[in-house]
């Protein structure tokens, strides 16, 4: 092989390692990020089990944000589950599934061995957060 094939065949590698690497982190840090809620209506103390901002769409625009930057990676862009976590999309609108989401994010998941499959988000994002993505994840709705 002459030089120039090869510099081509290294520079080919590089460029198609470094482009497939930036697709790998493409669903951002596996720490969950912050949710800035600023412009709901605060919800206190007691935790609710039906979502309070249904039909709000300041709370699908936040909420769409907090599940792109935290939910995504598991239960995929757009709410479209690739295998490795329930498609939400199917989850049961109303207060049924409100009651089963917000149980869920709250308290995460576990396997029969005690093995998480879904971290509890509970101490780390606020009730208006947690609604917010219910609210998002409720537009993306399939029957």
């Given at each position: ?31 969950p990020q912050p949710i ?14 039906e979502n309070p901002y ?80 219910r609210t998002f994840i ?6």
């Amino acid at each position: 092989m002459n030089a120039a094939r090869l510099f081509v065949a290294i520079a080919a590698c590089w460029l198609f390692a470094s482009l497939t690497t930036r697709a790998i982190y493409a669903h951002g840090d596996v720490t969950p990020q912050p949710i800035d809620t600023a412009g709901l209506d605060p919800l206190g103390d007691e935790w609710r089990t039906e979502n309070p901002y249904r039909g709000n769409d300041l709370a699908k625009s936040i909420g769409a944000s907090g599940y792109n930057q935290n939910c995504a990676r598991c239960h995929g862009l757009e709410v479209i589950s690739g295998g490795l976590a329930p498609d939400l999309r199917y989850l049961e609108k109303g207060k049924v599934g409100d009651e089963w989401f917000i149980e869920r994010i709250r308290h995460g998941a576990r396997k029969s061995d005690g093995a998480t499959v879904m971290p509890a988000f509970e101490p780390i994002f606020s009730q208006e957060a947690m609604w917010a993505i219910r609210t998002f994840i409720e537009s993306q709705h399939v029957d």
